[in-house]
């Protein structure tokens, strides 16, 4: 998939990719996800070692006039997701101070690393035309298949206040990938197919918007009618995934003013390293001191949740994690990354 096409579908900003493998920089980005430490500092449990999710409130604020009911995005989801499967809550995940925070390190990092994809540009041209990705998108869903055309990304996003989202868009794709989109406009749906490569993009109405590889595929998320086929009760979280490459199932429920983190890692031989685990997971106060100081910026956040893991191995092939951590979590993390700017965190990501 064409990368500028990934900006303007949000995937880049809501999920990174449908299997990201850094928790920190992942949908999350800010999906609250608990770090435990496998080396003398400290390593991560990733979505590529299992599913996470994350469920919301059981009463949820109005949604904006003409913007799709909660969930509605996985009616339009492939059946066949072999690759994987994906659903993320943005609006809850990036909810108070955390956007500000993301929009903020996002800005800086398009400012200081300019590159071929032309992100900065894609950027502008949606601030431009009103569109703030960050602020306004509701949710999304990730469908990875293998061998076929049926990968897709929907979203769900305030476009209400947006004047044309449909030309705001174009330009957007015009700014990353240099050619301006083939557009065609059928009822309330606006196509937006790539120059250089199959890739189409869809704004339906004022809410959605569906990227495939090819326009077939977008047609079927468009015309819908799945019923959410393989998602199970995805809507009901925050965060939910579901990836066979990396098998492992798991949830992080909202519990008043913490997430219940419960994770089940499936992987030849991996009970063997409870041991190892629960002795760093121990000394973890006391080794703080011997990390370099920006990793100790990021990991300062993520102390309750390291201190509060519970290891439980099931067979020799199968690890339940479970533990409990602030919701604050998230702006915690994101505003420790804005301080260290993307230059340091590249150097944390590769500690």
């Known amino acids: 998939m064409k990368r500028s096409f990934i900006v303007v579908s949000l995937l880049a900003l809501a999920a990174c990719s449908s299997h990201p ?14 770090a435990v430490p496998t080396s003398s500092a ?17 009463v949820a604020p109005p949604a904006p006039e003409g913007l799709a009911p909660t969930g509605s995005l996985l009616d339009r989801m492939p059946a066949l997701c072999d690759g994987g499967r994906a659903y993320v809550r943005v609006d809850k995940v990036l909810g108070g101070d955390s956007a500000t925070s993301l929009s903020g ?38 469908c990875e298949a293998h061998g076929s055309a049926n990968d897709l990304v929907a979203v769900t996003i305030d476009l209400s206040k947006v004047k044309d989202p449909g030309t705001t868009l174009e330009k957007a794709i015009k ?34 918007l ?34 066979p490459d990396a098998p492992g199932r798991g ?41 370099p100081a920006g990793v100790q910026a990021l990991v300062k956040p993520l ?21 409990t951590f602030p919701k604050k979590t998230v702006p915690d993390v994101l505003a420790a990354m804005k301080k260290l700017g993307p230059d340091e965190i590249q150097k944390v990501m590769r500690f």
């Open 21 to 34: 493998s850094h928790p920190e920089l992942s949908d999350g980005d800010a999906t609250a996800t608990a």
């Open 303 to 323: 102390l309750p949740a390291l201190r509060a893991a519970k290891l439980t191995a099931d067979g020799d092939d199968s690890l339940h994690i479970t533990s």
């Open 105 to 142: 390190l996002i800005d800086k990092g398009l400012a200081k690393n300019k590159d071929k994809t032309h992100a900065d540009e894609v950027f502008a041209a949606l601030k431009a035309g009103g569109v703030d990705p960050v602020k306004q998108t509701k949710e999304l869903a990730v």
């Open 175 to 208: 700014a990353g990938d240099g050619d301006a989109p083939k557009k065609e406009v059928v009822g309330d749906v606006t196509y937006l197919s790539s120059q250089k490569s199959d890739d189409v993009l869809a704004v339906v109405g004022n809410s959605v």
């Open 251 to 291: 949830t992080v429920k909202e519990n008043g003013e913490n997430f219940e983190l419960d994770v089940v890692i499936h992987e030849r031989g991996i009970a063997r390293e409870k041991a190892e685990i629960e002795e760093k997971l121990g000394a973890i106060d006391q080794n703080m001191g011997k990390l």
């Open 210 to 243: 569906l990227f495939g590889k090819d326009r077939a595929s977008v047609e079927a998320a468009v015309k819908g009618g799945t019923k959410g086929a393989g998602f199970a009760d995805a809507a009901s979280y925050v965060v939910w995934a579901d990836i």
């Open 42 to 58: 400290v390593a991560d449990v990733t979505p590529a070692a299992g599913a996470i999710a994350t469920e919301t409130a059981k």
